[in-house]
């Protein structure tokens, strides 16, 4: 049985209070299971596309009212993609409240948060304890003996008032780390996460920032996702790591005041593969409500095709970051298989996620991405909601456009706030 909690806009309240992000870094050791065979929102404006949704409207960063429903962990598991992972140990350091404090909004009306900083110790490891202390002042406890240098901290937005920023360890390659951004009050919270871009063979979550702080500000717990890139791994390691990264956070949702029942994924580019081929994957995943793809590589075959005998470079440049993906073979012989599973649209299957995919009209990855994967899962009768833009904007830049960003907003609320859901 799900109990419903309504968390409150963190804007007004924030806004009043001086800023208080306190970044920590978490050190963990974890062993990855073998792998089996690309802003802020701009002003509101109306999207053209396939569907009549009604865009968003909001300022420059849309705050909104989250809700989250409180209820039990989804187990289940993640066949050989789930990670055997060891987390770190946590604990707490109160600080004073400045001013009138933070409130969230639930039911039953107005409860005033605390802020309080999460410090984290991995097994062996004595992690630096960073907290904001009387007005504005940064305080550093001493550590013993092999203690991290702690990050500098830096002033923020005061709209994030309370949220605390971690970076933890899911698996043991350098690559294999999220930022975890989170509040630090009692109630459970739905989950966004996030994937970068880059061809699969570059990018990096801190180009990300800006889009966590944005989706942190509505309500949500945010994690912010680093995945081995194809330089490191070839293909299946980057869905590992996603899939390894979603089973991380679902087991210690406690840790960070998450609700690992109901959360979506938000993938970029090529991470946009990634968020729609966790969103295939078998069965779906718990918890799992809603996939969006902004100019999602939903299909590597149609970028092989796409970028054969013709004059732009870009479409060029995906053909061969598919095929170097691929572990550096070319569709056909022993490396069918290889590409039968980073194509989406054939592991669609009944059950899967409905799916939100963006794309510009003349972008290099074309639209028809976005229609494969939306006639293959009609099939299984999935929904697929696709919105076309003008222009040739891609990744982050399309999500910047007018309108853009806010209306996905608004599908990810629907997808975790909404009653009926």
Request: proline share 6%; glycine share 12%.
């Amino acid at each position: 049985m799900r109990t419903g909690v309504t968390v409150g806009a963190l804007a007004l309240a924030a806004a009043m209070i001086g800023p208080a992000v306190v970044y920590t870094t978490a050190y963990a050791h974890g062993i990855s299971t073998p792998a089996q065979p690309s802003g802020t929102p701009g002003p509101a404006k109306a999207g053209t596309g396939e569907t009549a949704d009604t865009a968003g409207t909001g300022a420059e960063r849309a705050s909104g009212t989250a809700r989250s429903g409180a209820g039990r962990a989804d187990t289940g598991t993640y066949g050989t993609a789930k990670a055997s992972v060891g987390v770190a140990e946590v604990g707490r350091a109160d600080v004073g409240r400045t001013g009138a404090g933070r409130t969230a909004t639930d039911a039953a009306g107005t409860r005033a948060a605390g802020a309080r900083t999460t410090g984290t110790r991995a097994a062996g490891v004595n992690a630096t304890e960073t907290r904001r202390t009387g007005a504005g002042k940064t305080g550093t406890p001493k550590g013993g003996k092999g203690d991290p240098t702690p990050p500098p901290v830096t002033e923020p937005d005061p709209l994030t008032q309370g949220t605390v920023v971690n970076t933890v360890a899911y698996g043991p390659h350098v690559r294999q780390r999220m930022d975890v951004w989170y509040q630090t009050d009692e109630l459970k919270r739905p989950g966004v996460f996030l994937i970068h871009g880059g061809w699969w063979s570059s990018g990096d979550k801190k180009y990300m920032t800006e889009i966590s702080r944005s989706y942190a500000e509505q309500g949500y717990v945010v994690f912010n996702i680093n995945y081995r890139l194809s330089t490191d791994a070839s293909w299946p390691a980057q869905r590992t790591d996603t899939l390894d990264a979603i089973a991380t956070a679902r087991r210690h949702a406690a840790l960070w005041s998450f609700d690992p029942s109901d959360y979506v994924i938000v993938g970029f580019s090529a991470g946009g593969h990634l968020a729609s081929a966790a969103g295939t994957y078998k069965s779906r995943l718990p918890g799992l409500r809603g996939v969006v793809g902004i100019s999602p590589v939903i299909s590597p075959l149609t970028a092989y095709t796409e970028g054969t005998d013709t004059f732009d470079l870009e479409k060029r440049k995906l053909r061969e970051s598919a095929i170097k993906l691929a572990g550096g073979c070319e569709p056909t012989g022993k490396c069918a298989r290889v590409w039968a599973s980073m194509e989406v649209p054939w592991h669609a299957s009944r059950g899967d996620a409905p799916m939100l995919v963006v794309h510009s009209e003349d972008e290099f990855v074309s639209a028809e991405h976005g229609k494969q994967l939306k006639e293959h899962l009609r099939q299984v009768g999935v929904p697929v909601t696709i919105v076309t833009e003008p222009g040739i904007e891609h990744s982050a830049p399309l999500y910047r456009l007018p309108g853009v960003a806010e209306r996905v907003q608004q599908w990810v609320a629907e997808k975790l706030l909404s009653p009926g859901r």
